[in-house]
């Protein structure tokens, strides 16, 4: 299974648990995804996933 350390709470957070958020940008969408337990926004989840 595919987890991720959150830098803000340090808890390990599998991909499913991931609170993900669909946003606008200039170029298209793109998905944002945030801690669910300290809703720390995390930004490294496309390299995690190679
Ligand atoms: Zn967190």
Redesign the pocket.
Known sequence: MVTLR?E??G?DIAMHELEAKTVTERDGFTTRYR?P??H?GIDDVAESLG
Request: one cysteine or more; charged letters at 25%; hydrophobic letters at 10%.
């Open positions: 959150c803000g709470c808890r801690c337990f300290c720390e």
